[in-house]
């Protein structure tokens, strides 16, 4: 819910959508229980004080962005339009992730609740098998 006199600045007969910033995943949480839907326990001890949760990953952000080489002998001030790069997630939109609850922010959008989480934060991830890139 946004704060009172708060405005998006966006249109209220334009679609919104979310764009996910840096090392950041977007995640669709799952209600825990001791199984999770794809299958991978969890102790006691971690569902005691909700340390860990589980959740479909719906966007990832680009990455970690990295400095030029060459620019690191120069002053910020100098670089001029170097086109940003990025070390790139290992987390891919579909995969089911585990990860630190702690780390978590908790937002509403369009009234369907998302976790943003940092990617240090994701403990494993559970890819589909068929074809899949990864090995």
């Known amino acids: 819910m946004p704060a009172r006199g708060y405005s998006s600045g966006v249109p209220d007969d334009m679609p919104k ?9 977007l995640i669709t949480p799952e209600e825990g229980e001791e199984r999770t839907n794809v299958g991978l326990y969890l102790p006691p001890t971690a569902l005691e004080g909700r ?20 620019s690191m002998d120069e002053e910020p001030w100098k670089i001029h339009g170097a086109e ?3 070390l790139p997630m290992q987390a891919e939109v579909g995969d ?24 240090a934060a994701i403990l494993v991830l559970v890819r589909g098998g068929a074809g899949g890139t990864h090995g």
């Not at 959508?17 to 995943?25: A, K, M, N, S, T």
């Not at 959008?109 to 989480?117: D, N, P, R």
């Open 17 to 25: 959508r979310l764009i996910v910033v840096g090392d950041r995943v």
């Open 51 to 70: 340390q860990v949760q589980g959740g479909r990953i719906i966007a990832t952000g680009p990455g970690t962005p990295m400095a030029e080489p060459t």
């Open 84 to 86: 940003v790069k990025y």
């Open 96 to 119: 089911y992730a585990l990860f630190f609850r702690k780390a978590a922010v908790e937002i509403t959008f369009e009234g369907k609740t998302h976790l943003v989480v940092p990617q």
